[in-house]
């Protein structure tokens, strides 16, 4: 086999291509952009700036006496490698030259300048739209559309209207955040994305709608994630559903209302957006699952439930992709479907998927069997735009024999390129795991070649301690699993993000919020373990920038 690989990282506002093999790397540069100009020629090369820093330029190559050897037998293969001698891909588990037929729709087609191949028809349904044209998928693949037609609106769930913390009562108003919204910040100094939950049962309770905690998450943090209110229990219209089966249309309505605040303040501020999650068994409907969308009906059969669930995993991310393109980069596609208790889990299966939660069966695994995993991530990867990443989410990753279970689930997702990162939700307590434990699970994921993502983080407090002695030692467990985190990602591991999963202890939405675990108090203060995090990450940057 040639021994040529592709590095492809398509950022929805920010296009670019890299290749492993860059004539510059040897001299110490990385290639440059596609779009780059040239500034100067020496004996090495073409060279370019790009962000403030020398690169080389890989010429196109040209289009005439274009295959004469290794000709691909499939003209219409997608582009998987671009150098000087021309445009690539794999066939039959070997690199062939692309063979383009028609040469002028080769010069119009303009996503092979990053590094895919145009749609073999305009006519193909266009999934996605950004700066650079419209996308589709044929193959299993993304495409360009040449000269496409504007997007049929009445395809994409309808956008509903959305509310502004600017405009609604803040029950944090009379908090004082000034040492919150000034000075060092949490994602100033991590290396990797810092991320809070979007805390909130209902969309009135939502954290977006306080202006104060909003001002707060803009100085502080470049990610968020909805901790409710994009399940699927929230997205689900049971009505619209209902009245398409009367229509004799078997695809679930989805409707936005309650995520549609956050997603409105992410694309309004410039935030990343983690979306959660397309697949559970726990807060999703259990009418879903059932014949006419009625829960009283017995289950459908798996055919039906798959294209339910391919039709549902479209709508979600069409509607993101088409409304917000680039806001939410990153889905928790399944949620927790490895289970390690003895009598809940499916005993033929490597990676043991779960077969019942509590005392309740797994609705997924009732109507689909342990495939329901497999075919999730395989309608994700169909319908997710370019560069969009795919995560397995999961409590627990670091018991030892769960932590085995989800690689040997891992590895078959990517087998089928299925799969971007795993999410250690990361709910811990003072004592357990031991730390040296969450450590080796984090280097054994990474070790995969996968992005490792910390998505939920909470660590739990010592209440048999005084308040004084009970925050001391919560801000010293915070440290100490950020020291983690950071070697981790000294040594090569790739640390994507890093979310707590809340912003506000005693939150004031709620009538009588307990919760001891954020990194703000219940006046909006910052408490030790904000201090102590900082701290850490203060030091690795001033150490390594």
């Known amino acids: ?42 004996n090495d090369g073409i060279w370019g700036m790009e962000n403030e820093q020398w690169c080389g330029i890989i010429n196109k ?18 582009v998987s490698y671009v150098d000087n001698n021309g445009y690539w891909g794999i066939e039959s588990e070997s690199w062939c030259k692309i063979n383009f037929q028609n040469k002028n729709d080769i010069k119009n087609c303009w996503s092979l300048d990053i590094g895919y191949g145009c749609c073999s028809s305009n006519n193909t349904d266009i999934l996605y739209n950004n700066e650079d044209g419209s996308w589709g998928i044929e193959n299993g693949q993304w495409c360009g559309i040449v000269n496409s037609m504007k997007i049929d609106e009445n395809s994409i769930p309808k956008k509903p209207s959305y509310m502004d913390a600017e405009n609604f009562d803040d029950p944090a108003k009379n908090c004082n955040i000034t040492d919150s919204i000034i000075g060092d910040s949490l994602k100033q100094y991590a290396p990797f994305r810092m991320g809070v939950g979007i805390n909130g049962s209902l969309r009135k309770t939502s954290t977006i709608l306080s202006k104060k905690m909003v001002d707060i998450i803009n100085h502080q943090f470049n990610s968020v994630t909805l901790t409710n209110l994009m399940k699927p229990s929230y997205l689900l219209d049971q009505n619209g559903s209902q009245k398409n089966i009367m229509k004799g249309i078997q695809d679930p309505s989805v409707n936005f209302q309650s995520a549609i605040d956050t997603l409105e303040y ?25 014949k006419d969308y009625d829960d009283k009906n017995d289950y459908v059969d798996s055919e039906v439930m798959e294209l339910r ?23 928790d596609v399944v ?24 005392e309740s069966s797994n609705p997924w695994y009732e109507t689909m069997g342990p495939d329901y995993v497999i075919k999730a991530f395989r309608f994700a990867r169909k319908y997710a735009a370019p560069g969009v990443k795919l995560i397995y989410n999961d409590y627990n990753t670091f018991m030892s024999e769960k932590t085995t279970a989800i690689i040997n689930l891992l590895k078959i997702l990517k087998e089928e390129n299925l799969i971007d990162g795993i999410g250690m939700q990361s709910y811990l307590t003072p004592t357990f795991p031991e730390r040296s434990t969450y450590a080796n699970a984090i280097k054994k994921f990474g070790e995969l070649g ?9 660590i739990s407090i010592d209440d048999k301690l005084s308040e004084e002695e009970m925050y001391e030692k ?51 203060q910052k408490k030790k373990n904000y201090y102590s995090i900082l701290e850490v990450l203060k030091e690795y940057y001033n150490k390594y920038n």
């Not at 950022?11 to 001299?27: A, D, G, P, Q, R």
């Not at 190559?61 to 997608?78: F, G, M, Q, R, V």
């Not at 957006?273 to 068994?281: E, I, K, P, Q």
């Open 266 to 290: 992410c694309k309004k501020n410039n935030i990343k957006m983690r979306g959660h999650t397309l697949v559970w068994h726990t807060q999703t409907p259990s009418w879903f699952f059932k």
């Open 450 to 458: 996968i992005e490792v993502q910390i998505t939920e983080l909470t």
């Open 1 to 42: 086999m040639r021994e040529k690989v592709l590095y492809i990282h398509f950022l929805l506002m920010n296009v670019s291509v890299i290749y492993s093999k860059c004539w510059s790397e040897s001299l110490g540069y990385k290639c440059c952009s596609l779009d780059i100009e040239p500034i100067f020629t020496d």
């Open 335 to 358: 949620n927790e479907a490895v289970e390690i208790d003895e009598g809940y889990y499916d005993e033929k299966v490597s990676w043991k998927t779960r077969t019942k939660c509590n």
């Open 61 to 78: 190559p040209s289009l005439e006496n274009y295959c004469e050897n290794d000709c691909c037998k499939n003209s219409n293969l997608k």
């Open 309 to 331: 669930i391919e039709s549902y995993i479209k709508q979600v991310m069409q509607f993101v992709q088409y409304y917000y393109p680039g806001v939410v980069d990153v889905w």
């Open 474 to 524: 919560q801000a010293e467990q915070y440290k100490e699993v950020f020291e983690i985190y950071l070697k981790a990602y000294h040594n090569g591991i790739n640390i994507g993000s890093v979310t707590v999963f809340g912003l506000q202890d005693g939150y004031l939405f709620y009538t009588n919020d307990s919760t001891k675990t954020r990194l703000w108090d219940k006046d909006l």
